[in-house]
């Protein structure tokens, strides 16, 4: 009696059941859900054109530490004036001035300490990896994440990016829009870390998707899945989201 009340009450909308279907261990998703929730956003967002992302391990780690707490727009910006001063490689960045490249990022949050991290990264790729990132990128992915970490300034993110989108190593970078969507779409545990969030996505998805789920999950929480405001009723994804209904969220 009380499971077909229970049922009659949940039929009554197709996302309220949909939260119910495919759950696994501790209510996550399956890989079934999560191939569900991929197909979706992949008919609903457009992809960037990733023949414009660079490949340049280097302009990538370069990039990637200018990203850090700074707007796509800024982030560009400090990367075009740091890129008109300076050739992008390890060689000229570590012995380029540390003033003028700071000049160049500070459109920018963290400008100082980022030239600082940029410079002595580049320092390190000189002296220890022979001014060459592609001999790391070359190694199986856990041993060229721990080689590049080794780098003063290079965390597991930007360890993370460098893998994926200049080497094609399977991981999955997770930055602040992939964390937060991960944990409201119940793919990742509330309140885990870095790399239990990494760890769970990985099982969920298939290596050959890791860049899309990457690239979507990051529209999806610059377009619907907002850190202040979620604007659930659009989202392509409410009907397996656990967080959807909870509206707009403080
Ligand atoms: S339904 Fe709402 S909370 Fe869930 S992913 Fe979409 S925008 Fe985020």
């Not at 707490?69 to 982030?75: I, L, M, Q, R, S």
């Not at 979507?216 to 409410?238: D, M, S, W, Y």
């Amino acid at each position: 009696m009380l499971l077909c009340c229970t049922i009659g009450i949940y039929s009554l909308t197709n996302h309220i059941l949909a939260r119910f279907y495919e759950k696994g261990e501790g209510g996550m998703f399956t890989q079934t859900h999560a191939a569900q929730v991929l197909s979706a956003l992949k008919a609903a967002l457009t992809l960037p054109n990733t023949l414009k992302i660079n490949h340049d391990p280097f302009e990538t780690l370069i990039i990637t530490i200018i990203s850090q707490n700074t707007a796509d727009t800024d982030t560009e910006r400090a990367f075009q004036n740091l890129s008109k001063k300076f050739k992008i490689t390890p060689q000229t960045l570590a012995s380029a001035p540390l003033k003028e490249m700071e000049e160049c990022l500070q459109i920018g949050g963290l400008y100082r300490s980022k030239a600082k991290t940029i410079q002595t990264a580049s320092k390190i790729i000189v002296e220890k990896f022979g001014g060459s990132l592609k001999p790391i990128l070359a190694l199986p992915t856990e041993d060229a994440r721990a080689a590049l970490m080794d780098t003063h300034g290079v965390g597991q993110k930007t360890a993370d990016v460098v893998l994926l989108f200049c080497a094609n190593q399977p991981t999955v970078p997770v930055d602040t829009h992939v964390d937060r969507v991960s944990k409201r779409l119940g793919l990742a545990p509330e309140g885990s870390g870095y790399e239990e969030v990494r760890g769970r996505l990985q099982s969920l998805f298939e290596p050959e998707d890791y860049l899309s789920v990457h690239l979507l999950l990051i529209l999806l929480g610059k377009t619907f899945c907002k850190a202040r405001k979620t604007l659930c009723h659009g989202c392509p994804v409410n009907v397996y989201c656990p967080s959807n209904g909870r509206g707009e969220m403080a």
